[in-house]
């Protein structure tokens, strides 16, 4: 099954041994988001809760 990811855009296939393919089958038009997007969006969060140094 091809997916998209909803951030970059790029399509990937899915497999039957896949967390989320039987959620897929039953809504197509469910968000998918990549490892290396959500990585990102990790690492920003992270970044973000840091206390910023004084300058």
């Not at 990811?5 to 790029?10: A, L, N, V």
């Not at 393919?21 to 197509?28: G, H, I, L, S, W």
């Not at 968000?31 to 970044?47: F, G, P, Q």
């Amino acid at each position: 099954m091809q997916v998209r990811c909803m951030m970059c855009g790029k399509k990937e296939g899915i497999t039957e041994e896949h967390v989320d393919y039987r959620k897929f089958q039953d809504n197509p038009k469910r968000v998918y988001i990549c490892k290396m997007c959500m990585a990102r969006t990790l690492n920003e969060a992270k970044d973000g809760q840091k206390a910023h140094k004084p300058m």
